[in-house]
């Protein structure tokens, strides 16, 4: 019977984790995506500067977030994720215009894969 509680309560551990990782997921992609919408919605307006605020902001919130991310999410996600930030903020930093678009849309679409994976499925099960 003492065998049997253990691995219930290890059951219960597990799955508790799993919920909390969901949640932080949602939570860290959801925080950055807020952060890249006032600087796209800035950049469309001409505020550079508050483009470029915004955008480092959201960088800095992927980046102190690592001890969490380093553990609960696949490293191949994490090097592409933070390449393309660097790469759209060079892009706003030197004026680029063309390929800013193409990297607020890249961000986005690795944020949501990366909640995406995150989220039980069937998928994700088999």
């Not at 799955?15 to 860290?28: C, K, P, Q, T, Y």
């Not at 790469?87 to 030197?94: F, G, K, M, S, V």
């Not at 800013?100 to 088999?126: K, N, P, Q, T, W």
Request: aromatic letters at 8%.
């Amino acid at each position: 019977m003492k065998k049997e509680i253990g691995a219930l309560l290890l059951l219960a551990v597990l799955a508790a984790v799993s919920v909390w990782n969901i949640h932080r997921a949602d939570e860290l992609t959801g925080d950055i995506k807020e952060h890249l919408a006032l600087s796209e919605k800035a950049l469309l307006s001409g505020d550079r500067d508050y483009a470029s605020e915004q955008l480092e902001a959201a960088l800095r919130i992927w980046l102190s977030a690592r001890s969490y991310t380093q553990v609960f999410l696949r490293h191949p996600e994490l090097d592409s994720t933070s390449e393309v930030f660097y790469e759209t903020i060079q892009d706003l930093r030197a004026g680029e215009t063309r390929g800013l678009s193409a990297g607020f849309e890249r961000l986005r679409y690795h944020l949501d894969c990366i909640a995406a994976m995150e989220h039980v499925s069937l998928g994700s099960v088999f």
